[in-house]
Every structure is written in C-alpha cells, then in structure tokens.
C-alpha cells in the first residue's frame, strides 16, 4: 500500500472552487496515512475556506492566474525544452498553449519537488495525482521522471469537461494530452463520454484510460413539492444558458401562476438574469439566491420542496449540481451535454438536444408539470436510483481511493 499522497489542485482548500473534490477528501485521508495538497492558484496570504483532514498538509503554489500568467509562462516555455514536450503546432494560438503548458509545467513540478526535499518527505511509496488533465498533469508526470530510482510511484489524473475536449478550449487546443497518456498511468475522465472521446482521439492509448465517476452523499429525500417550483444552481456564465430558462420561465408563469424559480450562482448573466425577471414582472416568483457554498445547497435541498432542477448548458462534464439533486429524488430536465445524458433520461426527468431555444423548453416543462401525479412520483423514485447506482460517494470513491493507494 502507498504511504503518500500527493495531491495538485487548482483551488482547493482555497476559495469556493472545486466543491466535488470535498466529498473524495474523507476517503483519501483514509486511503494514506499523509498527503500533501498544492493549491496552484493559492497564495501564502489567502486564507482556507474549507478544513482538510488531520494527516494533509498544504502548500499554496502562487501560479499567476491573471493576464500576466500567459506572458510569464510562455516565456519560461522558451527556455524549457524536452523531447516529450516538443512543439510541432504551426497555428500561433496553439504555440503559444503549448509553451504556457511547458512553462508553467516546469514551474510547478519545480515548486513540488523542492518543497517536499525540504521536508524530506519519502517518496519510495506515493501516489502522484493531479486533479485536472491539464498542465498540472504533465507536472505530476514530470516529478515522477526526474525522482529517479522510485519506481514504486503511481501517477495519475482525473479528467472532467474543460480540461478534457478540445472545443471548449479558446483555441480549439489541449497540448501535449498524448504526452501525458505516455507517461500517467491512467488517465481517469468522469463520464463514458469523456473516456470515448479520449479512446476516438489516441486509439494507440486507450489502455491507459478509464472511466471514473464522482459521487455525492446521501441526505435524504427533498420534500414533495405541492406547486412547480425548479431551481437551477451553477455558475451564470453565457455558457451555461441560465437567461434561456429565465426565458420560458416567463412564459410558465402565464400558465402557471403559482410556479416559482429559486436560481442559485453568481457569474457574468446575473444582471441579465435579473433584468429578464424584472422587465416580466415577475420578482415574486423567483429568487436569485446568489453564491451559495456547498453545504447551503444541500440544506436547501434538504429543506426546499422542489418539482424539477434545470441544466441547460451548452458545455459539461458530468454535472456533480445534477448528481446532488437526483440524489434527493428531484428529476432533472437538462441538454444533452458532455456525460449529462449518462444520468438523466425520461425515466427520471427529460433530456434535451443542445440546440433547444426558450420555446421548446418552455414546451417541455410545460409538459412535465402536466404529468399525472403518480408518474411524477416515478421519477422522483428513478432520480433517486440512478443517483445510487452511478454517483454515490461512498461506493465510487471507497473503490477510487482504494486504486490509487494499491
């Protein structure tokens, strides 16, 4: 069994960010007796947000993650240089992602390795584990390479949505994905979808990839709402299409007066989102509950009756909001994005194409209120399955964190 973890994370325990990565913590403070946790985006001055275990330790790594971090790592691109990591691209965007990859690859596992020497941590039995299949991955590769004569190290990383498929990255680009394949152990996306695309995508490599999903707790069932009310929750950037719900929901409270719409997240749309609701008139009917943390949200859900959770995003990995609202029984109507549709489908809620407009899902959720009570009780009991078959924390992460201490 592996003594030590070795964690590298964009925010965590810092900020609100990486909420999911609170609900493997407990089992992967059981699985090794140490881990060592680097927040990249963190700074010594930055307070926790949240508590790790007793055996973490944490290390703030103080990456620029402003409009100077592009600059500044490409240029340390330059000078680096390695075999695995050589550029061959000719379109300048992806150049310059590469050499931002190399530079601030470096300058992590640099980071990692120095402060560990310096507290002369025993690497002979550890798991390396990047979070995100981005340049933090080839850092945790990196380390492993140049800790030469430890070949009792395991090295590995999760893959999730923006980290993952090409598209959703501004220059159509994910550098050096098939480098890292070469080197990882295992490459562990969170949905079907996102181990396909990898597997369609580097064929000669898809031995290294499997799928590995997240998981929520178990809190009970939500209460049984006696009116429509729908709640969204995520973060209201354009992407995720939360103004378009805001759209039909106008229209449904035309048919329904009584409907009501609780939206929780902050983001780029709040005003727009809010002067939608406005302009209607229709201020009674919802609340815009802003940022919440991750234990607000499961004490409204445990508290707040709610008929349906909406997701209509252009872009997913595997929705952990959709997995926490199945797992208090509450259907989902969502598009068919990344591995939503590994969840959600009419048997618990109603799955949609991603060209769907504020018409037709005004159309839809109109429909779904509609249904005859006790099929709507049936997918309140199908949510509820689904969510213990696919995402449940205790069974997926006890057999994850059991892997990586192996």
């Known amino acids: ?28 403070s059981k699985a090794f007796n140490n881990i060592y946790i680097f927040s990249l985006n963190a700074n010594e001055k930055d307070k926790m947000t949240r508590t790790p275990s007793m055996n973490s330790k944490v290390y703030p790594v103080g990456c620029l993650h402003n ?67 981005t340049d933090q991955a080839i850092s945790a590769w990196k380390i492993k390479n140049r800790l030469k004569g430890n070949n009792n190290i395991k090295v590995v990383s999760r893959a999730h949505g923006y980290d993952l498929y090409w598209y959703r990255n501004s220059a159509g680009f994910l550098p050096y994905q098939d480098a890292s394949l070469r080197n990882l152990d295992g490459v562990f996306p969170c949905s079907e979808n996102g181990s396909n695309y990898l597997k369609i995508k580097y064929p000669e490599l898809q031995d290294k990839i499997h799928t590995e999903r997240l998981g929520t707790f178990d809190h009970g069932l939500s209460p049984v709402p006696d009116k429509p009310v729908f709640v969204t929750c995520c973060r209201l950037m354009s992407f995720k299409r939360v103004s378009m719900f805001a759209e039909a929901f106008c229209k449904l409270i035309k048919v329904f007066p009584n409907a009501y719409w609780y939206c929780i997240g902050d983001g780029e749309e709040f005003e727009k989102i809010s002067k939608i609701i406005t302009d209607n008139h229709i201020d009674n009917s919802v609340s815009m509950l802003g940022m919440l943390s991750n234990q607000e949200v499961l004490d409204f859900y445990e508290k707040t009756p709610v008929s349906y959770f909406i997701n209509v995003s252009s872009f997913e990995g595997v929705p952990v909001s959709i997995m926490e609202a199945m797992s208090f029984g509450i259907p989902v109507i969502a598009t068919n994005a990344g591995g939503t549709g590994e969840l959600v489908s009419e048997k618990c809620g109603r799955l949609l194409s991603l060209d769907t407009d504020s018409s037709t899902l005004f159309n839809i959720v109109e429909n779904e209120v509609n249904l005859p009570s006790a099929e709507y009780e049936k997918k309140r009991l199908n949510a509820r399955k689904v969510w213990s078959v696919l995402s449940s924390a205790e069974k997926n992460y006890s057999a994850w964190c059991s892997y990586l201490s192996e």
Request: with cysteine; aromatic share 14%.
């Open 1 to 28: 069994m592996k003594e030590t973890c070795i964690l590298i994370t964009c925010d965590y325990p810092y900020g609100t960010g990486e909420p999911f990565l609170e609900n493997e913590m407990p089992f992967l």
């Open 67 to 133: 409009s100077l971090r592009i600059p500044k790592y490409a240029f340390q691109g330059v000078i680096n240089k390695e075999p695995e990591l050589t550029i061959h691209e000719k379109n300048i965007k992806r150049i310059v992602a590469s050499l931002y990859a190399r530079g601030r690859s470096e300058y992590v596992a640099n980071f990692i390795i120095n402060t560990l020497e310096s507290q002369h941590v025993d690497f002979s039995s550890c798991t390396i584990y990047s979070y995100w299949f």
